[in-house]
């Protein structure tokens, strides 16, 4: 099971992180939390790895309407997108909202608001692409 929504692009990271975000922006989505994986890993285990952000996206709206479907949701929430180096470039990986309704069934509504997720996170990734 594909569970990841992405884009390879032939940019810088910092550059790459904020062409994310304000794609995101564009489409509804706020970044609430930011974990830098590569300063974690070296700070906590002295392990070295390729730039590696893991952005906590939340669309408010549909957060709200996919916990009125099923509360227990926000154990999946909220949309992980990833932007990583890989050699020259940068990729962009978000979470396939699908995968959500995989794991938690369609009841609800709930598959109403991942289709809605999946088609905002694609047009911001199609922002990306140019």
Do not use: W
């Not at 932007?83 to 962009?92: F, S, Y």
Request: glycine share 10%; proline share 3%; hydrophobic share 45%.
């Amino acid at each position: 099971m594909d569970y990841g929504l992405g884009v390879r692009l032939d940019r810088p990271f910092a550059q790459a992180v904020e062409a994310v975000t304000a794609a995101l922006k564009e489409q509804g989505f706020g970044v609430l939390t930011t974990i830098d994986v590569r300063a974690t890993l070296r700070e906590k285990i002295g392990a070295e790895v390729e730039d590696y952000l893991i952005l906590g996206a939340c669309n408010p709206a549909l957060a709200h309407r996919a916990l009125q479907a099923d509360r227990r949701i926000g154990l999946l929430l909220p949309c992980n997108v990833v932007v990583r180096t890989d050699g020259d470039a940068t990729v962009v990986e978000a979470v396939d909202p699908q995968t959500m309704v995989a794991l938690a069934g369609s009841g609800g509504g709930l598959g109403e608001v991942a289709d809605e997720a999946a088609r905002r996170l694609n047009a911001a990734l199609d922002t990306l692409r140019g």
